[in-house]
Nanobody, 126 residues
């Protein structure tokens, strides 16, 4: 079992930055794939970024490429999402997810992930 807890969301203005945190417990993250997804009101859940612990590969959605950065802290068993140059269209609930399926690629759909956090709200005003 893996428990994921996100934090760091809030209300910011366009152009501002936020850093989301995802703290994991119940298992040391060392071989899983971690992902961030988001869901805006009335829209489907959307892949944002994924990170394979093994090899350190990442995959970003085109909409956030160059603005968002995923990172990890092995000592804290956590992953982070640094979000810069935020836009109103980035407004959503952001979810951290962990995949224990041993896939050799970074899944971009929810089916590829086994554990989810409760989400943290990010609101970007124009």
């Amino acid at each position: 079992q893996v428990q994921l807890v996100e934090s760091g969301g809030g209300l910011v203005q366009a152009g501002d930055s936020l850093r989301l945190s995802c703290a994991a417990s119940g298992r040391t993250l060392s071989s899983e794939t971690m992902g961030w997804f988001r869901q805006a009101p009335g829209k489907e859940r959307e892949f944002v970024v994924g990170f394979r612990w093994s090899g350190g590969t990442t995959r970003y959605a085109d909409s956030v490429k160059g603005r968002f950065t995923i990172s990890r802290d092995n000592a804290k068993n956590a992953v982070y999402l640094q979000m810069n140059s935020l836009k109103p269209e980035d407004t959503a609930v952001y979810y951290c997810a962990a995949s224990l399926q041993g896939l050799l690629f970074i899944p971009t759909t929810g089916a590829g992930y086994d554990y989810w956090g409760q989400g943290t709200q990010v609101t970007v005003s124009s």
